[in-house]
Antibody, heavy 119, light 107 residues
């Protein structure tokens, strides 16, 4: 069974940093692209970052480019999201997702971890 | 960025109804569209990939159709467990973008 378990969320002040982790199990981690998607409270879904199966390529939207860094440790089956210079608008639940065999971004989702940016 | 406009924003439905919702893209995205269902307090779940392919384990009351700029998700014989928000996602262009959602509520 595919499982994705996020951790690392919490309350952080504006301008500070936070690192999220996602431990994967139930599949061959280094075969799949991985993605972070977020959802602000009561709002819709927003793609945050994706990384190739080898870790050699990564992509971001303009809203987080230069502040967030996605990475992975295939030996540990773990995905990371380093978030720097956090803003109030980064407040959201962050989901770790796995691509499908067909491609795409969200064949499987974790339960999410809440990040609250506030003073 | 490719904008996805979902309609209607919300619907009042009854168990057993046939429900149709739409997703319109601001440019041609081929068939690179997925549909998700998100129940209250839960993570989204993939229902349809590639516009019309039912994902593993998804009941056959869910049907996706469309290509280019216009896409439809149909739920035949609506069940109580289908009360949720439904999102479309396009991944033909970077950045991938989600629609704003259609919320199904009980009449």
């Amino acid at each position: 069974e595919v499982q994705l378990v996020e951790s690392g969320g919490g309350l952080v002040q504006p301008g500070r940093s936070l690192r999220l982790s996602c431990v994967a199990s139930g599949f061959t981690f280094n075969n799949y692209w991985m993605t972070w998607i977020r959802q602000a409270p009561g709002k819709g879904l927003e793609w945050v970052a994706s990384i190739s199966n080898t870790g050699g390529r990564s992509y971001y939207p303009d809203s987080v480019k230069g502040r967030f860094t996605i990475s992975r440790d295939n030996a540990k089956s773990t995905l990371y999201l380093q978030m720097n210079s956090l803003r109030s608008e980064d407040t959201a639940t962050y989901y770790c997702t796995r691509a499908g065999v067909y491609g795409g971004y969200g064949a499987y989702w974790g339960q999410g971890t809440l990040v609250t940016v506030s003073s | 960025n490719t904008v996805l406009t979902q309609s209607p924003t919300s619907m009042l439905i009854s168990v057993g109804d046939r429900v149709t919702m739409n997703c319109k893209a601001s440019q041609n995205v081929g068939t690179n569209v997925d549909w998700y269902r998100q129940k209250t307090g839960q993570s989204p779940k993939l229902l349809i990939y590639g516009a019309s392919n039912r994902y593993t384990g998804v009941p056959n009351r869910f049907t996706g159709s469309g290509s280019g700029t216009d896409f439809t998700l149909t739920i035949s014989n609506m069940q109580a467990e289908d009360l949720a928000v439904y999102y479309c996602l396009q991944y033909n262009y970077n950045p991938p973008t989600f629609g704003t959602g259609t919320k199904l509520e009980l009449k």
